[in-house]
Nanobody, 125 residues
Framework: QVQLVESGGGLVRAGDSLRLSCAAS????????MAWFRQAPGKEREFVAG????????DYVDSVKGRFAISRDNAKNTLYLQMGGLKPEDTAVYYC??????????????????WGQGTQVTVSS
């Protein structure tokens, strides 16, 4: 059974940094695209960042470019999101997602078929 477990969320102040992790188990995703999405209260789930299967291709939503960095360790079957310069508008539940079919990044949530339970990130002003 595939399981994705996020960790690293928390309550921080504006300008702080956080590193989210997503540990996958149940199968290896070294040949699959992975991504981070977020959902704020009352808003739709939003693509944040994605990474291709070997990490050579990444994509970010404009609002986090230059502040967030996505990476993966295929040996550990783990996805990361390094977040810096956090802003109150980054407050959301962050989800990791994996596609069993994609090797390149997609920004649409429906393209990913495995999801974690989410980790809360709250940024105070």
């Amino acid at each position: 059974q595939v399981q994705l477990v996020e960790s690293g969320g928390g309550l921080v102040r504006a300008g702080d940094s956080l590193r989210l992790s997503c540990a996958a188990s149940g199968r290896t995703f070294s040949r699959n695209a992975m991504a981070w999405f977020r959902q704020a209260p009352g808003k739709e789930r939003e693509f944040v960042a994605g990474i291709s299967w070997i990490g050579s291709n990444t994509d970010y939503v404009d609002s986090v470019k230059g502040r967030f960095a996505i990476s993966r360790d295929n040996a550990k079957n783990t996805l990361y999101l390094q977040m810096g310069g956090l802003k109150p508008e980054d407050t959301a539940v962050y989800y990791c997602a994996v596609s069993s079919t994609l090797v390149l990044v997609a920004t649409t949530a429906s393209r990913y078929n495995y999801w974690g339970q989410g980790t809360q990130v709250t940024v105070s002003s």
